[in-house]
């Protein structure tokens, strides 16, 4: 097979895909997925060899024999095939064993140090690496890593945009912050862009709505982590699926020809996971309160104090109607609103009078 130097062609209607499992776990699991992928549009096999992990003691890779593995990928499926590099050791492992195309993931590229360290180990070495962006929303440290690669030679780098760590619950692994990757491809359209829906989503039922907002937004292509039973992957289980899923995805996957209006959508779409992470935080603190409603009602019934004290609620309502009217918000709805969470913790605190 002849090397790789430059990226598979893409088209609007025939995206980059790249997929395969997050870790490369054993022989076994390493080829049976790639025999299933062969089958489909996917163009590089992906497998995580060295695994960065956030806390020790995890699975943290199966380390340089997963290299072996991937050869026989390529042997016996005429797959690319690529991995994830983090130091000089790591680079000159996978130029060793053929690897067709590496990339550096989030918490590299946050760290300029390390870019440049594989920079240097790919010198007068041709080769397409993908840089993650950062896990920070930085486009500037993002298109920094790029561009160490290009003075190291390497002609044809490549963009993943795989979300950003959130700083509070949100419904995504990482958010998508949709205007990084236009930010980047604003100042370099000239380089390959793919999105990586398998880590802003982190759970495999969000990948659909993900990618196609990613096609739709003009980028090239997809990585898509694939293993052949997902449930017991060795890490990121909840955001793998099976080739047969892929499949379907992909069948069903169309990439818009309308990038401002699919930009519209992204935004609603991040607007209503705002919407979702307010309401979990509201289900949340409902369900602290009537927990502190029930300790209330144990209270009185251990001092035989009356369940409904009418001047309090009286006193509260008044104060909530006071707190709507600062904050804009209709009284009327508030106090509705407040009745009914008062009643549902009458109606808990008389139940437990009760037994």
């Not at 992928?37 to 060899?49: E, H, M, P």
């Not at 590099?85 to 990339?103: R, S, T």
């Not at 890593?145 to 003075?151: P, V």
């Not at 937004?217 to 992957?233: K, R």
């Amino acid at each position: 097979m002849e090397k790789m130097t430059t990226w598979p062609t893409n088209t609007k209607e025939q995206p980059l895909i790249i997929a395969g499992p997050c870790s490369a776990e054993t022989e076994e699991q390493v080829m049976a997925v790639a025999h299933q992928l062969k089958a489909t549009d996917v163009s590089i096999y992906r497998a995580g060899i060295w695994k960065p992990r956030t806390r020790p003691g995890l699975f943290e890779g199966i380390g340089t024999q997963g290299l072996v593995w991937l050869q026989r990928v390529k042997e016996e499926t005429g797959l690319r095939v690529a991995t994830e590099v983090a130091n000089k050791d790591h680079v000159q492992e996978c130029l060793k064993h053929g690897i067709d195309v590496l990339w550096i993931g989030a918490r590299t590229t946050a760290n300029p140090f390390a870019v440049q360290e594989i920079a240097d180990a790919l010198q007068g070495v041709d080769i397409p690496v993908l840089v993650k962006n950062p896990v920070n929303p930085d486009v500037n440290l993002w298109l920094g890593a790029i561009e160490r690669l290009e003075k190291a030679g390497i002609s044809n780098p490549g963009a993943i945009h795989r979300g950003i760590s959130p700083l509070g619950k949100s419904i995504y692994r990482n958010n998508p912050e949709w205007q990084m990757p236009l930010a980047l491809k604003a100042q370099r359209p000239d380089i390959l862009l793919i999105n990586d829906p398998s880590h802003i989503a982190g759970n495999r039922q969000l990948l659909a709505g993900i990618a196609e907002t990613a096609l739709g937004l003009d980028m090239d292509g997809l990585m898509i982590e694939t293993h052949i039973n997902p449930d017991a992957a060795w890490s990121d289980a909840a955001q793998q699926i099976t080739p047969k899923t892929l499949l379907g995805l992909l069948a069903k996957l169309k990439a818009k020809n309308q990038p401002t209006d699919t930009l519209a959508m992204a935004d609603l779409n991040n607007m209503r996971s705002s919407i979702d992470y307010i309401d979990e935080q509201l289900i949340d603190l409902l369900s602290y309160r009537m927990q502190v409603a029930t300790e209330i009602g144990q209270y009185k019934k251990r001092h035989g104090m009356a369940i409904m004290q009418e001047e309090r609620w009286a006193e509260l309502l008044t104060k909530h109607a006071s707190q709507a009217a600062s904050r804009n918000l209709n009284g009327e709805f508030v106090t509705q609103l407040f009745n009914s969470i008062h009643q549902e913790s009458v109606n808990s605190q008389n139940q437990l009078s009760r037994k």
